[in-house]
Every structure is written in structure tokens, then in C-alpha cells.
């Protein structure tokens, strides 16, 4: 058993910009054939066309059934096959637990809970049509093992990825599909500079980049993650290094939550 992913036909969702352009250039890299898929379709193209190494861009709406069986489609059709699919793809908010509304709770939800679901469904038939086992690699979060109140409906969401992968891990064993997770912590990404952002909005700080400041205090290892600190789980988890694992949420956060 070994790290290495040569060959292995992968879809990385959400993979326009920051942790999922990480993976799916780090994957590619190590010989994948790598599938960017994203809601922005033309960021989907331009990441997979700066990766190159036969990497491919296509449009994608996760919490859309057809959308996504049309991105497995074109995986396979470029590929011939697939092997690992992760379900990237999420969006946060910010926002104090008594203002959150039912718009923001199923908008969250939407994306990062039926977007995994749908995902793990569709890749898990063409697993099973090909006849081959498969990997399902889900992006949970600190967020799905603690609560935190301006991202309670975040939190919910991610609650409801460690949920969902160990369902499917148990539902899906007997087709030699694993499937498991991942946990970042705060990472320098687009997503933060967006939170940062909302939080001097809402009032909550006053500065550029306090947000993130305050947040990585409760690093154990001293500093804020960069999709690089992802990218060595995540090679393993795609990897047949990973066979004997399947239901888990492993933590890449540098020691902020401990289990």
C-alpha cells in the first residue's frame, strides 16, 4: 500500500479556488487524472488549465442531482473511469446565532448537506456500474465537531458531513467503497477573506484580519494552515494507502480540536 495516486481518476469539487485547488493540484502533480469541478464554471476551467497535466474544468451545481451525474458523466467520458470523488465543494456565512433566518439555513444546508449527499449517491453508482471499488472523500471541519454561534448553521451543516459519512461508510462497505473525511481548521483562503470580511461588517471586529488573529490563537501548532498543510491527508485518503479506513473525520486543524 503506498501514497501513490498515478492513474486514479479523481473529481475534486468546489476546486476553483482554495483548499479544492490545493487537492486538485497537488493530486495532478502526483500523476492523477484530476476533474476541477466548480459552480463557476470558467474558474473550474482556468484552475484546471493552470494545473494542466491533462487536468480538465467542468461546471457544477452539487445540490443539483442532474447537474452532478452530468460531471461524473464528463469525468468518465474523459477518463474512462472514477475513482475518488471529493465533495469539496461549501459555503459559510457569518452570522450571529439569533439573527440566522430559514434563506440562510437552507442555502448552507443546500450546498454543504444535500451537496455531499448527491455526490456520495452519484459517485457510489458509477462505482458500483464500473464494477470497481471507489473512494468518497467529504470536507467536513472544526465545524462539525464544535459549535461556534456566528457559524451555527455552518456547524450544522458540517455536523451533518460526519453524519453522512459514517452512514455511508456502513451503507456502502459491502461494494468496496470507503468513505471518509477531513477536518481543516483556519485556513488562508478566499473563504476566510470572506468571513473576515463579514465579521468587521457585523461589528464583531474592527480590523482587517482580526478575525483570522483570533481565531488561530487556539492553534496548538502556532499559526493558521495554507492549502499545502491539507494536501498530505488528502493524497493519503485518495490514495490505497487508505484502504483499511473507511467512516472517519480526520483533523488537519494544527490542534485546535482534539478527539
Given at each position: ?17 482554495g483548499i479544492g485547488a ?92 444535500k451537496g455531499v449527499l ?142
Amino acid at each position: 500500500m503506498s501514497n501513490d495516486v498515478t492513474g486514479k481518476s479523481i473529481i475534486v469539487t468546489g476546486a476553483g479556488r482554495g483548499i479544492g485547488a490545493g487537492i486538485a493540484k497537488d493530486l495532478a502533480e502526483k500523476g492523477a487524472q484530476v476533474c476541477v469541478a466548480d459552480l463557476n464554471e470558467e474558474a473550474a476551467k482556468e484552475a484546471a488549465a493552470k494545473i494542466g497535466h491533462g487536468a480538465i474544468g467542468v461546471g457544477v451545481n452539487v445540490a443539483d442531482r442532474a447537474s452532478t451525474r452530468a460531471m461524473i458523466d464528463a469525468t468518465v467520458a474523459a477518463f474512462g473511469k472514477l475513482d475518488v470523488i471529493f465533495n469539496n465543494a461549501g459555503i459559510s456565512q457569518t452570522c450571529p446565532f439569533m439573527d440566522i433566518v430559514e434563506d440562510d439555513w437552507q442555502r448552507i444546508m443546500d450546498v454543504n448537506g444535500k451537496g455531499v449527499l448527491i455526490g456520495t449517491q452519484e459517485a457510489a453508482r458509477q462505482f458500483i456500474k464500473q464494477g470497481s471499488p471507489g473512494k468518497i472523500v467529504n470536507t467536513a471541519s472544526i465545524a462539525a465537531k464544535q459549535g461556534y454561534p456566528l457559524f451555527a448553521h455552518y456547524c450544522a451543516s458540517k455536523f451533518a458531513v460526519a453524519a453522512l459519512t459514517q452512514a455511508a461508510a456502513r451503507a456502502l462497505a459491502e461494494h468496496k467503497i470507503t468513505v471518509n473525511a477531513f477536518g481543516p481548521g483556519v485556513v488562508k483562503t478566499e473563504l476566510w477573506e470572506q468571513l473576515d470580511r463579514e465579521f468587521i461588517e457585523r461589528g464583531v471586529t474592527e480590523k482587517e484580519n482580526e478575525a483570522i488573529d483570533g481565531f488561530s490563537e487556539a492553534i496548538l501548532l502556532g499559526h493558521a494552515a495554507v492549502p499545502a498543510d491539507i494536501v498530505g491527508t488528502t493524497t493519503f485518503l485518495a490514495s490505497s494507502a487508505s484502504d483499511y479506513m473507511t467512516g472517519q473525520t480526520v483533523m488537519i486543524d494544527g490542534g485546535m480540536v482534539l478527539i
